[in-house]
C-alpha cells in the first residue's frame, strides 16, 4: 500500500502526536471529564494529517469526533438547567446524518460505522459512553492507493459560490391588538389572535417568503403557536396562540422565534433574529392571584407582565412584596364601602386603618412598618423595600388623575434603591355613579426622572384607588332616565378575545 501523503520523517511525527492527542480526549471522555482539546479541532488536525478528500475514512472520523463533541455537552445541559439541552443532541444527529449520505472513498471501520450510526439514533444520555468506546477502537488509516482501479477522469477545480449573506430580522409581537408583554396571561381554551412585525436589512431577492417559527419543549396539546407567513413587500402576518390546558404564571411557557427565508426552489436560508426574541405566556389562574377576585388577580398578572417588560431584573422579594401589598388592598378595598369609619377620615386615620388591615394578612402580618424616615422625609407605609404612600381626596378623583401623587413614593423607593413602589388613594368625595369592579382603579404609573430622560431602570408607581361613600344600592333606582349608556352588540369573530384596551402610562 502507497501511503498518499508518502512516509517521511515529518509526517510520522505529525500523525503520532495527532493519534496521542485523539487517545488522550477519548479517555477523558470515557472517565467523564472535559477533554483539554475541543474534539472539533482534534476532528480538523486528524483529516489535515490522515485525510485525503471527504468522504475517505479520515474524514468520517473527524465527522464523527465532530458530532461527538456536541454529544457529550447534552448531559452538562440538562444538569445545569439550560434551557435547550436538546440542541446538543441534535446537532450530534445532524452532523452524523450528514457523514452517511456522502459518497463514500474506501471501506470505512466496522466501529466506525456504528458510531455514527449511534449518533445519528441518539436518544439517551447513556449513549454516550458507548460511542466513546467505538471510537477508542477504531483504526485510522489513510486511503489506500487505487493504482489497479480505472483511471477517473479529471475534471478543473471550480470556485466555491459565494456565501449568502445572513439577513437581520427585528421582530415585535402584539396579541390582541396589544403589546405582548411577557409573562403574557391568558385563558385557556381561548383564541387569540398573534400578530408578528417583522423588519429585515436585506430580502433576498430570490425569497419568495419569511417564516417564523416558534420554538419551544411545550406539545402543542399543552398551548398551540402555528408559525406566521410573511409575503415579500409586505412587513407583518398574522397567525394565532391557543393555550389549551392551565400553565402556571410562576412557571410561564417559554417561546424562542425563529426566523427562516423560503428561497424559489425549496431552499431556505435561516436570519439572525433581534428586538423581542423571547416569549412567555402563562394562563390565568385566580386561586394563585387574589383568592376570590377573579377580575383583580387577572389585572394583577398584567400588571406584573407590564413591569416585567420594563424592569428586567427585579429581586424576588420586591416582586412578592409588591404582589402581597396589591391583593391585600383589594381585599380592604372589597369591604371598604361598607365601613361608615373611612367616610371622612384623615390621612393618618386611613393610615392606621390599612395598616391594621395588612397586620391581618397572612402574607404581611406584623413585617409591616410605619413611618420609617427615608429620602429626607417620612414614608407612610412600607413593605420590605416597597414604600405604600396613603392619599385621601376629598374631592372626586379619576385613576389618571392621581398621578399629581406619583412623585413622593418615587422619591421615597428611589432612596431605597428599589424602581418600584405604589400609591393607595382613598376617594371620600361624593358619589353620583355606582363604583366599577377593582381593575378598573389599578394601573402603573412611570414618572419622568431628573437626568435621565430613557433611563435604563425607570421607576413604576402601582396606583389603586378605593372609592366610599357610595349611596345604598337602592339609592340608583331613583336617578333620572338618560344616564346609562346603551351599547350596540359588537361583531367578533368566534376565535379571537375582543382586546381589553391597556392604559398608556402618562408622565407625572
Known amino acids: 500500500m502507497n501511503d498518499v501523503h508518502g512516509i517521511g520523517g515529518e509526517v510520522m511525527i505529525r500523525r503520532g502526536k495527532v493519534l496521542a492527542g485523539l487517545i488522550a480526549a477519548l479517555d477523558a471522555c470515557a472517565s467523564g471529564k472535559p477533554s483539554a482539546r475541543p474534539l472539533a479541532d482534534i476532528a480538523d488536525d486528524v483529516f489535515a494529517a490522515f485525510g485525503f478528500a471527504s468522504g475517505d475514512p479520515a474524514w468520517a472520523v473527524a465527522q464523527a469526533l465532530r458530532a461527538l463533541g456536541n454529544a457529550i455537552e447534552w448531559e452538562p445541559a440538562v444538569a445545569s438547567a439550560d434551557a435547550r439541552p436538546e440542541r446538543f443532541r441534535d446537532a450530534a444527529r445532524h452532523l452524523a446524518g450528514k457523514a452517511f449520505e456522502i459518497e463514500r472513498q474506501g471501506q470505512w471501520p466496522a466501529t466506525l460505522e456504528e458510531a455514527l450510526r449511534c449518533l445519528v439514533e441518539l436518544d439517551s444520555i447513556a449513549s454516550v459512553s458507548h460511542i466513546v468506546s467505538l471510537l477508542q477502537t477504531t483504526p485510522i488509516a489513510s486511503l489506500t492507493s487505487t493504482l489497479l482501479e480505472p483511471r ?25 391588538g396589544q403589546a405582548a408583554t411577557w409573562p403574557i396571561s391568558l385563558n385557556p381554551a381561548r383564541a387569540y389572535l398573534l400578530e408578528a412585525q417583522a423588519e429585515t436589512d436585506a430580502w433576498p431577492v430570490d425569497a419568495a417568503g419569511m417564516e417564523i417559527g ?3 419543549d411545550v406539545p402543542a396539546s399543552v398551548i398551540e403557536v402555528p408559525s406566521i407567513s410573511i409575503a415579500p413587500g409586505r412587513t407583518s402576518g398574522t397567525g394565532y396562540l391557543v393555550p389549551k390546558r392551565e400553565i402556571g404564571w410562576r412557571e410561564p411557557v417559554t417561546f424562542e422565534p425563529t426566523v427562516r427565508f423560503a428561497i424559489q426552489g425549496g431552499e431556505s436560508i435561516p436570519a439572525n433574529v433581534v428586538g423581542q426574541r423571547m416569549l412567555r405566556v402563562s394562563t390565568f389562574d385566580p386561586i394563585v392571584v387574589g383568592v376570590g377576585q377573579p377580575m383583580v388577580a387577572q389585572r394583577i ?22 404582589i402581597h401589598l396589591l391583593q391585600a388592598t383589594a381585599r380592604f378595598r372589597a369591604i371598604a364601602n361598607d365601613r361608615k369609619d373611612l367616610v371622612g377620615v384623615d390621612e393618618a386615620g386611613f393610615q392606621a386603618k390599612l395598616k391594621a388591615a395588612y397586620e391581618l394578612d397572612p402574607f404581611i402580618g406584623t413585617r409591616i412598618q410605619e413611618a420609617p424616615k427615608l429620602a429626607g422625609g417620612t414614608t407612610d407605609l412600607f413593605l420590605g423595600r416597597i414604600v405604600n404612600e396613603l392619599k385621601v381626596s376629598p374631592d372626586p378623583i379619576d385613576v389618571d388623575d392621581a398621578d399629581k401623587f406619583v412623585r413622593q413614593p418615587t422619591q421615597y423607593a428611589s432612596a431605597g434603591d428599589c424602581p418600584i413602589s405604589v400609591l393607595t388613594v382613598l376617594d371620600t368625595s361624593p358619589k353620583k355613579d355606582p363604583e366599577g369592579v377593582l381593575a378598573n382603579y389599578m394601573r402603573w404609573a412611570v414618572p419622568r426622572l431628573h437626568g435621565a430622560a430613557e433611563p435604563t431602570i425607570p421607576s413604576m408607581v402601582a396606583v389603586v384607588i378605593i372609592g366610599v361613600g357610595f349611596p345604598v344600592p337602592s339609592a340608583f333606582s331613583k336617578r333620572p332616565a338618560g344616564e346609562v349608556e346603551h351599547i350596540e352588540p359588537a361583531v367578533v369573530e368566534p376565535h ?12 407625572a
Open 496 to 507: 379571537v378575545r375582543p382586546g381589553i384596551a391597556s392604559r398608556s402610562d402618562r408622565d
Open 214 to 216: 416558534f420554538h419551544t
Open 301 to 322: 398578572v398584567e400588571l406584573l407582565g407590564e413591569m416585567d417588560g420594563r424592569i428586567k431584573n427585579l429581586p424576588r422579594p420586591d416582586r412578592l412584596n409588591l
Open 152 to 176: 477517473r477522469p479529471w475534471t478543473p477545480r471550480t470556485s466555491p459560490e459565494p456565501a449568502r449573506p445572513t439577513p437581520t430580522v427585528l421582530l415585535r409581537f402584539t396579541l390582541d
